[in-house]
């Protein structure tokens, strides 16, 4: 199977979409006609954001065998999970399984060697057990608990070279030492003066599970909000127009089951410049 590469004119629609705008309805039909599979997982990521799970489950059992049209393997794990979350919520377990197993035989096929299997026959195991089983491969985020005997900002900063302490560099390094061996609190702490600045994925999944952690339901929203309006989460393909790796994290499901909370962070993700 070939990868595609999508046009400027293409590209663009899918930009227009991802800054939450409505695309000409013309080029729109037109991207349906030339990338049908393309244009279904930009389908599929828009109305999982609107709940809309039906649709989410349609597009995504359209797209399953072509995903091979894509550079990138975060592509084809987000299309599944969301195949696989869609499912969960209208009871078609069985559906999914189906179509989940299919695929899997056809990357065997592919790929029969224990050493050579694809990251995509991978994830579809996963995505197999997550239907049996509620269990998604972030399940440990959920079971936060700090260190047994947690050392101190003051402890942990110690270690930092003295001139690299108070720089951004010295902080980040600070933040992510509070994350291994420090308490919840002197993490956020970091977090929160780091935050206006370009923190990776990961610091706003830590930061999210420590606030959650310590009942601050609303500073783990505006963390998810920042993450979103990072788009780190776009990089891979213009096809990615919604964050949907967030539907990854069993961490962000009660946030993403709750329809004011989802527009939220849909709405957080259309702007690079909004300040959350």
């Not at 550079?71 to 999914?96: C, H, I």
């Not at 720089?167 to 992510?176: A, D, I, V």
Request: with cysteine.
């Amino acid at each position: 199977m070939d990868v595609v590469t999508l046009p400027k004119k293409i590209r663009d629609l899918c930009a227009v979409i991802r800054d939450g705008g409505e695309p000409d309805p013309k080029a729109l039909a037109a991207f349906r006609e030339k990338f049908p599979h393309q244009a279904a997982a930009v389908e599929a990521e828009v109305a999982a954001f609107r709940q809309d799970w039906e649709t989410v489950l349609d597009r995504t059992l359209f797209v399953l065998p072509w995903l091979g049209e894509w550079y990138y393997s975060n592509v084809r794990a987000e299309q599944m999970t969301l195949l696989a979350f869609s499912a969960r919520q209208l009871g078609r377990e069985e559906e999914a399984r189906a179509a989940l197993t299919r695929e899997r035989e056809s990357l065997l096929r592919e790929n029969p060697e224990a050493d050579s299997r694809s990251p995509g026959y991978t994830y579809a195991g996963y995505m197999l057990e997550y239907l049996e089983t509620g269990i998604l491969p972030y399940d440990k985020e959920l079971h936060y608990a700090g260190p047994e005997s947690p050392k101190s900002r003051e402890e942990l900063e110690a270690s930092i070279p003295p001139k690299d302490r108070g720089t951004l560099t010295g902080r980040q390094k600070l933040m992510n030492l509070c994350c291994l061996y420090g308490t919840a609190a002197d993490a956020l702490d970091l977090y929160e003066e780091l935050k206006g600045g370009l923190l990776t994925e990961m610091w706003h999944q830590q930061a999210i599970q420590r606030y959650l952690y310590l009942g601050a339901e609303e500073a783990a929203i505006q963390a998810a909000e920042r993450w979103a309006a990072g788009r780190l989460w776009n990089n891979a393909a213009p096809t990615q127009v919604r964050p949907v790796c967030f539907f990854q994290h069993p961490i962000l499901h009660p946030f993403l089951l709750d329809l004011e909370k989802i527009r939220r962070l849909e709405s957080a993700g259309f702007c690079l410049s909004k300040e959350v």
